[in-house]
């Protein structure tokens, strides 16, 4: 599936290329230990490898899938939009270091505090990462008022954002985190249990 220009920061590739790359697209929930397992073999040990061998040939795609039976699932996804319309060029840092922190939102830690609190954590996470933190909490900062014309229901600066992204996530199917799909068909053998030598062996295996 083509990936919305607006949404470029979650591409991850070696360099810009005139040629058409394989593209291994992995569908990550940031509150899914799997995910972050997924995320941190790619991110440290894949890419390098990637960089290194295929620079021509290969690019990752980040779809960020929320999971709702994890109420908090929205709220980080949220926050990687907003770093998305901020600054793109961080996504990826800004989603290493929500992963490391990944149990500091999880049910039990989140379930007492405000909404808008939660956020504050996140926009700080955000400025720790390189990116405004004062902007990143106006995009994610629901309205204790209503609109000037008495709506109530009007969410945040990054609504209209999450709409697509699940609605093009919807398309595709995805249902497990992690999934990954392959020149946008699901590849089975991929799990979150790859090793770097298994990624390894499997680039080999599929990238020509």
């Not at 309205?143 to 945040?156: M, V």
């Not at 697509?164 to 995805?174: D, I, Q």
Request: net charge neutral; hydrophobic share 40%; charged share 25%.
């Amino acid at each position: 599936m083509a990936l919305n220009p607006k949404f470029a920061g979650q591409k991850l590739a070696a360099h810009v290329s005139p040629y058409t790359l394989h593209t291994l697209e992995l569908y990550l929930d940031y509150v899914c230990p799997f995910s972050k397992k997924m995320f941190d073999t790619v991110y440290n040990s894949v890419f390098p490898i990637v960089k290194k061998k295929y620079p021509d040939k290969v690019q990752f795609i980040f779809r960020q899938q929320i999971q709702p039976w994890h109420p908090s699932s929205t709220l980080v996804h949220e926050a990687g939009a907003a770093v998305l319309k901020t600054n793109p060029d961080k996504f990826w840092d800004f989603s290493k270091a929500l992963f490391v922190k990944q149990t500091e939102f999880f049910d039990v830690n989140v379930v007492n505090e405000p909404r808008n609190k939660t956020y504050e954590r996140l926009a700080k996470l955000a400025g720790e990462a390189g990116v405004d933190e004062k902007k990143v909490y106006r995009l994610l900062e629901v309205p204790d008022k209503p609109d000037k014309d008495g709506n109530t229901n009007i969410g945040n600066g990054v609504t209209d954002d999450i709409k697509l992204m699940v609605k093009a996530n919807r398309l595709t199917g995805v249902h497990v985190t992690p999934t990954v799909l392959f020149n946008g068909i699901v590849e089975g053998g991929i799990s979150s249990s790859f090793s770097k030598d298994d990624w390894e062996q499997w680039l080999e295996k599929n990238v020509t």
